[in-house]
């Protein structure tokens, strides 16, 4: 059984590591949040950590489009690092900005490994405005390793906020990305029936409503809902309703599901 140890990375612009930070601990988990230029300078090392976080936020300000700087520095100044880490089964999150990043370095979907290009893209939302909105996820039995916990099917509740969502790819990668049975998460209407692109139960037309995928081992994940903002019960959005406060939110699953992973390598 390993103790937990999480490297939260932040740039100039991330501002949901906090959060993250706080959802980790809860879990008993040593969490750190560790600037890139620590890393780039070899005052950190990414070798101690089983868990590398890539929260939310606007890395960069995401000039060009959401997370391509970031995404950028990381394929070709940490790319042996990030190979290693990945290779050595220890478990890799991208939320939100950090899906982004994940698609923009070419780690995410990986259908061939790490990729030199971005093989998918999170667009402007169809909408083409900021959605800032509470959703409902079916989460899918997949090749996902770090969700085992999740049941196929379980529907639950997670905010979502960004302007450059909405998943795309060509036809032959989307064919292959369910082939290979790589969604994770998909948008859907409150009774887990499928959104079929439909505004809002879909709020940025995310192609297959795909809210969230992994990688082909499995043991890289990105999502554009937030889960750390649904971690406690008083973060849900009807929780003034409830005739007694739950502890925890729909959110915990997740980070809970990620941690007992990581105790199992």
């Known amino acids: 059984m390993l103790d937990v140890k999480a490297c939260i990375i932040r740039v100039g612009g991330t501002n949901c590591d906090f959060e993250t930070k706080v959802a980790l601990e809860d879990l ?10 620590q890393l780039l300078k070899k005052r950190v090392n990414l070798e101690d950590y089983n868990l590398l976080v890539i929260p939310g936020g606007f890395s960069y300000g995401d000039y060009v489009r959401a997370g391509a700087i970031w995404g950028k520095k990381l394929a ?21 900005n950090g899906f982004q990043v994940l698609v923009e370095a070419g780690i995410l979907p990986g259908l061939s490994g790490l990729s030199n290009h971005p093989e998918v893209a999170l667009a ?6 900021y959605e800032c909105r509470w959703v409902h ?3 899918h039995s997949s090749r996902c390793r770090l969700l085992s916990k999740i049941a196929d099917g ?3 509740r997670i905010p979502v906020g960004h302007g450059e969502g909405r998943f795309v790819a060509s036809k032959e990668v989307l064919d292959k990305i369910v082939e290979l049975n790589l969604v994770v998460f998909t948008y859907c209407r ?9 505004y809002p139960y879909n709020p940025n037309g995310s192609m297959l409503d795909i809210a969230g995928i992994c990688s082909g081992e499995g043991n ?24 007694e406060l739950a502890a925890y939110g729909d959110g915990r699953i997740i980070f809970e599901s990620i941690v007992d992973y990581i105790k199992g390598l």
């Open 28 to 37: 008993g988990v040593k969490a750190d949040i560790i600037h890139m230029n």
């Open 76 to 96: 070709f100044k940490m790319r042996r690092d990030l190979e290693n880490f990945v290779n050595e089964g220890k478990a890799v999150v991208g939320i939100c």
């Open 124 to 129: 402007t939302n169809s909408s083409a405005k």
């Open 137 to 139: 996820l079916r989460y």
């Open 154 to 156: 379980k529907v639950l």
């Open 190 to 198: 409150p009774d887990g029936s499928p959104a079929n692109g439909e």
């Open 220 to 243: 890289v994940v990105g999502m554009m809902p937030h889960p750390e903002r649904a971690y406690f019960g008083w973060q849900m959005p009807d929780w003034t309703l409830q005739d």
